[in-house]
């Protein structure tokens, strides 16, 4: 089953308004999570990475003041588009890394995605 | 350092023939190997991965993979192709003793003829 969950899987808005996406863990605790951006036909853009208690970190010309990022507990981190325009119409889609034992690393599952109409 | 390079934007193959997609990485350090698959208007979901235990890895839905580190490769096969496999494939990349974000390759989309 899914391991990570995200709100809404699409959203219309018209363009000036604020959107929030929601991204949560099911089964697991996340100090970390990742948002990412996937434009039609295009691999996914990693676009920040949201710590549990400090600030997202964000990728370099990632505006963010235009993406906020929220990581409000260790199951939960939101994306806000604020004052959302066309061109910022697109598949969002989160990530949290998951522990596996004995294995020396975590691997990343991703939420199903959001998508993003702006109009 | 590390990248990945999917050979292939597009693959055709016909039902019930040998699927192939190719990845190739570079790394600085030992790799942690990769493969998703994505739905239509879905997020990613994990195919299988290398994390330096055996060299053949086996994954959902009858696909594997086997890391080749002389050629840097970690190619994606399964023997018989399904409709429903269909879908984007993205090879991914990350360092096993520093951060596991992940490096994607651009995708290859897998077409399945009837």
């Known amino acids: 089953g899914a391991v990570v969950s995200q709100h809404p899987s699409r959203v219309i808005c018209k363009s000036g308004t604020s959107v929030k996406i929601e991204c949560r863990s099911l089964?697991?605790?996340?100090?970390?999570m990742f948002w990412y951006r996937q434009f039609p036909k295009q691999s996914l853009m990693l676009m920040a990475t949201s710590n549990e208690g400090s600030k997202a970190t964000y990728e370099q010309g990632v505006e963010k003041d235009k993406f906020l990022i929220n990581h409000a507990s260790l199951t939960l981190s939101t994306l806000t588009v604020t004052s959302a325009h066309p061109e910022d119409s697109s598949f969002y889609i989160c990530?949290?890394?998951?522990?596996?034992?004995?294995?020396?690393?975590?691997?990343?599952?991703f939420g199903p995605g959001t998508r993003l109409t702006v109009l | 350092a590390q990248s990945v390079t999917q050979l292939g934007s597009h693959v055709s193959v016909s039902e019930g023939a040998l699927v192939l997609l190719r990845c190739n990485y570079s790394s600085s350090v030992p790799p942690y190997l990769f493969w998703y698959v994505q739905y239509p208007n879905q997020g990613l979901q994990l195919l299988l991965k290398y994390t330096s235990a055996a060299t053949l890895v086996k994954g959902i839905n009858g696909f594997e993979a086997e890391f080749k580190k002389s050629e840097t490769s970690f190619h994606l096969t399964k023997p018989s192709a399904h409709m429903s496999d269909a879908a984007e494939y993205f090879c991914a990349v990350s360092s096993s003793g520093g951060s596991y974000i992940p490096t994607f390759g651009r995708g290859t989309s897998l077409i399945v003829h009837p």
């Open positions: 990530s949290a890394p998951k522990p596996e034992t004995g294995r020396g690393t975590d691997t990343q599952y």
């Open positions: 089964d697991f605790q996340a100090t970390t």
